[in-house]
């Protein structure tokens, strides 16, 4: 009767080492998966580090703009043409430099659509024309 239970107690034993051996790998592999999980984390903070770091710009808008100015060249190549050619121009008939400068103003506005790099010169073109009627303004208190 003794072997018998010492048969029965060997089982018993096996299987509890059986099932202590399937819970210690199961542990390791959820302390292998949690090493896993913290490596990814890790990983992943240094990659939105390194993306905030860069300080990326909308690129969207640029390439946008770019586009337009490379489909738009012709249009943007006449008008910037007519503007050179009026502040060259010394024939002002009836009109006066403001009727020209208003024209150019025109023009840029137009542009602009195509190539919004020129909205500097637009700004430009619009502070010289304040100035010259607060110069015809000032003129004509004196």
């Known amino acids: 009767m003794e072997i018998r239970n010492l048969k029965l107690l ?35 903070k240094f990659q939105i580090e390194e993306i905030d ?32 050619e009026s502040f060259k121009s010394s024939n002002f008939n009836k009109n006066s430099i403001i009727d020209f400068i208003n024209k150019d103003i025109s ?3 137009n542009l602009v659509k195509y190539d ?3 909205e500097v010169y637009l700004s430009r073109l619009k502070i010289l024309i304040l100035n010259f009627r607060i110069y015809i303004v000032s003129l004509l208190t004196i």
Not at 12 to 35: C, F, V
Not at 55 to 77: C, M, P, Q, R, V
Request: aromatic share 6%.
């Open 116 to 118: 919004k790099d020129l």
């Open 53 to 84: 770091s860069a300080k990326l710009k909308d690129s969207d808008d640029e390439i946008e703009n770019e586009y337009n100015k490379i489909a738009n060249i012709k249009d943007i190549g006449l008008g910037i043409g007519q503007i050179i």
């Open 10 to 44: 060997k089982k018993e034993i096996s299987s509890y080492y059986n099932e202590y051996i399937n819970t210690r790998d199961k542990l390791n592999k959820i302390n292998l998966d949690s090493r896993e999980r913290e490596r990814q984390i890790d990983l992943l």
């Open 107 to 109: 023009i840029l506005n």
